[in-house]
Nanobody, 128 residues
Framework: HVQLVESGGGSVQVGGSLTLSCVASGDTIGRYCMGWFRQIPDREREGVAAIWTGGGPPYYADSSKGRFTLTLDNAKRTAFLQMDTLKPEDSAMYFC??????????????????????WGQGTQVTVS
């Protein structure tokens, strides 16, 4: 079992930046796909960015391309989501997720919430 804890959310002005962190603990041996997702009330959870711990570049949803950057610190079992040029429509609860996988997902599956097994509790981001 894997536990995920997000942090770094908060309130920020339009055009500002935030960095979210997701720390994984527990059974983290092996390769994982780690993703960031967001959700607002009465809407489906949507993929923001994802990365395979075995290597390769991150995937980004169209809404986050060019503004968000996903990085990994494998030694610290931490994923970071740097969010720049934030917009009001970025306001949401942001969740970190992980699933063990021996191979890199393609983009469709990497950004699909149903692909993931473990989820954090979320961290709220508000842009105004």
């Amino acid at each position: 079992h894997v536990q995920l804890v997000e942090s770094g959310g908060g309130s920020v002005q339009v055009g500002g930046s935030l960095t979210l962190s997701c720390v994984a603990s527990g059974d983290t041996i092996g390769r994982y796909c780690m993703g960031w997702f967001r959700q607002i009330p009465d809407r489906e959870r949507e993929g923001v960015a994802a990365i395979w711990t075995g290597g390769g570049p991150p995937y980004y949803a169209d809404s986050s391309k060019g503004r968000f950057t996903l990085t990994l610190d494998n030694a610290k079992r931490t994923a970071f989501l740097q969010m720049d040029t934030l917009k009001p429509e970025d306001s949401a609860m942001y969740f970190c997720a992980a699933v063990p996988t021996r191979a890199r997902f393609d983009e469709f599956w990497a950004l699909k919430p149903s692909s993931y097994l473990y989820w954090g509790q979320g961290t709220q981001v508000t842009v105004s």
